[in-house]
């Protein structure tokens, strides 16, 4: 019989893709797909991880997921040790004239369990009914603003002397948010221009930075930013005099293309060069199993390498003390960050537009000198 690594690794091979491709596809670190083929669940924080695992990435290869899930039952089952004592003891007699007792004992067990389960659901279901979330209403003070909503949450968007309300009505497959202008979908990464107005001038950009797919338990980290109505030209466009705006979107100022429109999402690679002393921190998006953070005091000299698969975001004391460049798709694009002494905070993330293309872009969400 094939075990569960066999089979995953298989029917991975049969498809002709190779681990970091799915990496990609489903989300799951490599080292956790490695570990599923290998039958190596001790790397895993828990068996619910486990299971949930195996249910993605089985679903993915169009497994039976019931049959995987079991495949591993099955496997822990095996591994449980039983005492060789148990296999040869027999087991003693019971006495005939004890089993009427025992059934008499038994009955009224159940029935105190009954009751004392009636009681307790009882009070749980009052518990819960009184820690029931109460939807929470934020202000948006300044140009951006990123945080964790929850469903029906909302947040509010001040705009010449008018307030408009958007809301986060579910969160499934995709995430929907409530505008003014009707109901925007939106999934990881993708970003939607709101007119908030209505005089067909977007006011305010919304990116989805995070969010597990049918769990709105844990919420969708939106990111929420008011735009001018200055376009950017395409950074793939060599001819200046023939450069044309972006079609697909008004993109803000503070915006920066690095790497110009590509069918998906890849890898990519933030190296840095100190110029001169400050202070740089980074930290790994959209990894929910490997959120790595660094911080760094650079000397004159200093390199560093940080890779990604979805973003990093970036602080940096002196924008001018170090020179930074993204190295993906096997070319290099360098980046700039500001001037000599502004403190920088910065996303370098890939969105999706409409058109369902991927453009890493430098977002600047707030500056200072």
Do not use: C
Request: hydrophobic content about 40%.
């Amino acid at each position: 019989m094939e075990s569960l690594g066999e089979k995953l690794k298989s029917t991975r091979m049969e498809k002709g893709l190779t681990i970091d491709q799915v990496s990609r596809e489903t989300n799951i670190t490599a080292r956790y797909i490695e570990a599923l083929e290998t039958e190596n669940f001790n790397v895993f924080p828990g068996e619910p991880y486990v299971i949930g695992f195996i249910r993605n990435y089985s679903s993915f290869l169009d497994l039976d997921v019931q049959k995987t899930v079991g495949l591993y039952r099955t496997l822990k089952i095996q591994e449980q040790p039983v005492p060789v004592e148990q296999l040869l003891r027999h087991p003693p007699r019971m006495p005939s004239f004890l089993i009427p007792a025992i059934l008499i004992l038994a009955v009224v067990g159940l029935s105190g369990w009954g009751v004392y389960n009636l009681i307790i659901n009882r009070k749980q279901n009052t518990v819960s009914s009184t820690n029931v979330r109460i939807p929470a209403e934020y202000m948006m003070e300044g140009n951006s603003m990123e945080r964790r909503f929850y469903k029906n949450d909302a947040v509010l968007i001040p705009l010449d002397s008018n307030m408009y309300k958007l809301e986060l009505f579910n969160i499934g497959e995709t995430v929907t948010i409530r505008t003014p202008g009707g109901s925007v979908i939106l999934d990881l990464s993708q970003e939607a221009n709101i007119d908030l107005n209505n005089n067909g001038v977007p006011e305010l950009r919304v990116t989805v930075a995070d969010f597990a797919k049918n769990n709105p338990d844990m919420g969708a980290l939106l990111h929420f930013f008011m735009m001018d109505s200055v376009a950017v030209f395409d950074a793939a466009t060599v001819d200046t005099e023939q450069a044309v705006p972006f079609t697909i979107n008004t993109v803000s100022s503070v915006s920066q293309t690095i790497i110009p429109a590509s069918v998906s999402a890849y890898p990519f690679t933030l190296q840095t060069v100190s110029q001169g002393y400050s202070m740089f921190r980074w930290e790994v998006l959209n990894e929910r199993d490997r959120r790595e953070k660094s911080q760094h005091y650079f000397q004159r000299g200093d390199e560093r390498s940080v890779q990604a698969q979805n973003g990093i975001r970036i602080w940096t004391s002196n924008a001018q003390a170090a020179r930074f460049q993204v190295i993906g798709g096997g070319r290099t694009y360098p980046v700039e960050l500001g001037g000599a002494g502004e403190v920088v905070v910065a996303d370098i993330r890939w969105v999706r537009d409409d058109n369902n293309q991927y453009r890493l872009v430098l977002i600047r969400l707030e500056s200072g000198s």
